[in-house]
């Protein structure tokens, strides 16, 4: 009964987590979620130093460091910021906003970041970066992988702090949570409620209206009772994607790189795309789409994308097995 109880007033928790850890000076504040990418990197470095020492991967200990910073730039930040343009800004909202502002591509913090865009950054950035350094490109990208699913996990923890990427009405789940930012977004049943909502709200504070909803719930308890009964319960998605395309992909990666370290070159990489897709499709069933379908009511464009990782992951595991080999002689820096 008590366990019961508990779980009870877990599902009806509504989430008010503040994305900031806190302010520094005027606008400049320590964010959780660039302390999720901080947290990656580190990790990445950690993790690719460890194996590098074990030759367990191509490159030498003194390399990985550079390596993990130019990734960050010109895979993560770059290629995710890209992919988002490319696969959501774009096909939602034409090029207007890039006629507005050319520029917009590269401005990370303006928000809007692709996983999808940032794992084919990688992909190439890496392909250069072997043929710079010439080691076996396959054998780099299986490090990478084997260290990459920490960073998606961390940064779907930052989705589930931040209250975005929530999840679709969770009925009668009694872990679901309520997530504000849900009445500021059109097409869920949160907005058609959000004048309802706002005349709630402004009976115990009558300084609120939309821009500052969510902030005012999150400081004031009364505007957070006032609003939640607007709110539907919804499935934590994002650490359902955490779990899966973070916590459990590496598991198994780093697994099966400890144990099997004379794994042919390939075979890793080709591991965590297919694995990498199968997750995320798994995990969009229970994610509120944040773009348009592409198969109405069955494909979102988070599992579309999926399907061509799936593909690319057979042709890595293929090569792997057609190639065989495994390099033992790592760069020299």
Known sequence: MVITEAWQQLGVWVHDLDPVVFPLFGELKVRWYGLAYLGGFLAGYLLLRWMARRKLWVLEPGMAGDFIAYCALFGVFLGGRIGYVLFYLLPEEG??????????????WKGGMASHGGILGLVIFTYVYARMKKVSWTGLGDGLCVVAPLGLMFGRLANF???????????????????????????TTEHARQEEALRAATQVDPEVYPGNLVERMRGSEAVEQAVAPFLEGRYP????????????????????????????????????????ALFRITGERFRMPDAAWVVEGWVTKGQFYSFFMIAMGAAFLICAWKKGGRESAPAAG
Not at 167 to 184: D, E, S, T, Y
Not at 248 to 258: E, K
């Open 95 to 108: 090029f207007g906003p890039l006629r507005e502002d050319p520029l917009l591509v590269f401005k990370v």
């Open 161 to 187: 702090i931040n209250g975005e990427l929530y999840g679709r009405v969770a009925a009668g789940a009694a872990w679901a949570v309520k997530f504000p930012k849900a009445a500021l977004t059109p097409g």
């Open 237 to 276: 998605s994002q650490l359902y994607q955490a779990a899966l395309e973070g916590g459990l992909l590496f598991a198994i990666l780093f697994f099966l790189r400890v144990r099997f370290p004379e794994l042919r070159h390939g075979v890793l990489t080709g591991l965590f795309f297919v694995l990498y």
